[in-house]
């Protein structure tokens, strides 16, 4: 071979060189400037998410809130129908007190109603009484008010025992 050639084959390589060098470089920066551009994407997209997160953790936060609200409401009411439900029944009893009172001192009293309004005393203190829920108690001491207040209207003027009379009683 001769010089000559031997010459054009070196010359030919190192631009065949070159040639894959730059390719190679040029490739290199394209795949890094579409990096570049896919983590960009990826940084808008996070903040995009960041921005529902926080979102969902602000309204996360005022349900919380308004539950924590509607259970102090809740504990408050329950605290009102307990003072109004004791209320009640410290007003039965002063019903039952009274009516015992004027059963005493009335002496056409129906002892009828006296023994029954001890058997409800006594079935209020038997063990399932304590069983009853709140709202049980208070309908059970309103039918009780309502039944005593019949008896009282009763002995303000209608007949009894059938004796025909009209209002007659020693007050």
């Known amino acids: 071979m001769d010089t000559g050639t031997l010459v054009l084959i070196i010359v030919l390589a190192v631009v065949v060189i070159a040639v894959v060098i730059v390719a190679v470089v040029i490739g290199r920066r394209k795949k890094a400037e579409v990096n570049r551009h896919r ?6 997209k996070a903040a995009e998410e960041a921005i529902g997160a926080h979102q969902a953790k602000a309204e996360s936060a005022q349900a919380e809130a308004a539950a ?4 102090v409401e809740a504990n408050r009411l329950r605290r009102e129908a307990e003072q109004h ?5 410290e007003a039965h009893e002063r019903v039952e007190e ?12 129906n002892p009828e109603r006296t023994r029954n309004a001890d058997r409800t005393t006594d079935a209020d203190r038997t063990p399932d009484a304590g069983r009853m829920s709140d709202a049980d108690r208070d309908r059970s001491n309103l039918a009780e008010g309502e039944r005593l207040t019949r008896d009282r209207s009763a002995r303000d003027g209608s007949v009894r025992d059938g004796s025909g009379r009209d ?5």
Do not use: I
């Open 39 to 44: 983590a960009e994407e990826l940084r808008e």
């Open 85 to 89: 439900a004791h209320k009640a029944g």
């Open 167 to 171: 209002g007659d009683r020693n007050l």
């Open 98 to 109: 009274h009516l015992r009172h004027a059963d005493k001192l009335d002496p056409n009293a």
């Open 68 to 71: 924590l609200q509607a259970e």
